[in-house]
T-cell receptor, first 109, second 117 residues
Framework: GQNIDQPTEMTATEGAIVQINCTYQ??????LFWYQQHAGEAPTFLSY??LDGLEEKGRFSSFLSRSKGYSYLLLKELQMKDSASYLC??????????WGAGTKLIIKP | ETGVTQTPRHLVMGMTNKKSLKCEQH?????MYWYKQSAKKPLELMFV???????ENNSVPSRFSPECPNSSHLFLHLHTLQPEDSALYLC????????????????FGAGSRLTVL
C-alpha cells in the first residue's frame, strides 16, 4: 500500500529552528508538496519538490531525497504565527495525491 | 471575493436531516475537489470534478451526493448521515484535474465543520 509518515506533534521555541520530516512509500513519484494549515483555516501551499535537493523560500526550506523516500521542511527563526499543522503529500505515478496525517507544530515563547 | 469560499462554516445535523455544503471558487480553475479531514488522519479524497464532469469517486457512501452545476460551484448534498461522518469537509480547486502535479497546486477553502448527532 501507499504510505506517508510524519510525526504527529512537535514543539519548538520562538526564534529557533525546527525540522519536520516526511517519509513515503508510494507507487511511483511525481513530486512532493508541503502545505501549512492553521487551526480552523484552509491548508495553504508552501513548497513543491520534484528533484533531489534543497528548495529555499525565505524562512522556509524543503529538502527531497528520492532514493531514500524522504523529505523535510525546515523552518528558521520561528515565530509564534508558525504554530500550525504541516501536511506532506506525494504525487504517485497516476498523479494522485497521497497525504500524510500532518504534523502539529507548537511554538513556545 | 477571491479564492475558495465554503458555506456554512459550521453545521450540526441529526441523522435524518438533509443538508448541503456549498463551495465557490473565483480563480478560473477547471477542477474542483471534496476532501474529508478527520483528526489525526490523512486527507481523504471524496470526489473530483473536471470541467463539471465527475472524474473520480473514491468509493464514497451514497449518503454523500456531489453536484457541480458549473466550473465555479460545487455542492455536497448530505442525507441520513452517521455520527462517524462528523469531520471537516474541505473543498479545493486547481487549474486542471491533475491536481497533484507541480503546475496544479490545490487551493483550499477553509472548510465546513460538520457534526452529526
Amino acid at each position: 500500500g501507499q504510505n506517508i509518515d510524519q510525526p504527529t506533534e512537535m514543539t519548538a521555541t520562538e526564534g529557533a529552528i525546527v525540522q519536520i520530516n516526511c517519509t513515503y512509500q508510494t507507487s511511483g513519484f511525481n513530486g512532493l508538496f508541503w502545505y501549512q494549515q492553521h487551526a480552523g483555516e484552509a491548508p495553504t501551499f508552501l513548497s513543491y519538490n520534484v528533484l533531489d535537493g534543497l528548495e529555499e523560500k525565505g524562512r522556509f526550506s524543503s529538502f527531497l531525497s528520492r532514493s531514500k523516500g524522504y523529505s523535510y521542511l525546515l523552518l528558521k527563526e520561528l515565530q509564534m504565527k508558525d504554530s500550525a499543522s504541516y501536511l506532506c503529500a506525494v504525487t504517485d505515478s497516476n498523479y494522485q495525491l497521497i497525504w500524510g496525517a500532518g504534523t502539529k507544530l507548537i511554538i513556545k515563547p | 471575493e477571491t479564492g475558495v469560499t465554503q458555506t456554512p462554516r459550521h453545521l450540526v445535523m441529526g441523522m435524518t436531516n438533509k443538508k448541503s455544503l456549498k463551495c465557490e471558487q473565483h480563480l478560473g480553475h477547471n477542477a474542483m475537489y471534496w476532501y474529508k479531514q478527520s483528526a489525526k488522519k490523512p486527507l481523504e479524497l471524496m470526489f473530483v470534478y473536471s470541467l463539471e464532469e465527475r472524474v473520480e469517486n473514491n468509493s464514497v457512501p451514497s449518503r454523500f451526493s456531489p453536484e457541480c452545476p458549473n466550473s465555479s460551484h460545487l455542492f455536497l448534498h448530505l442525507h441520513t448521515l452517521q455520527p462517524e461522518d462528523s469531520a471537516l469537509y474541505l473543498c479545493a480547486s486547481s487549474q486542471s484535474e491533475t491536481g497533484g502535479s507541480g503546475a496544479n497546486v490545490l487551493t483550499f477553502g477553509a472548510g465546513s465543520r460538520l457534526t452529526v448527532l
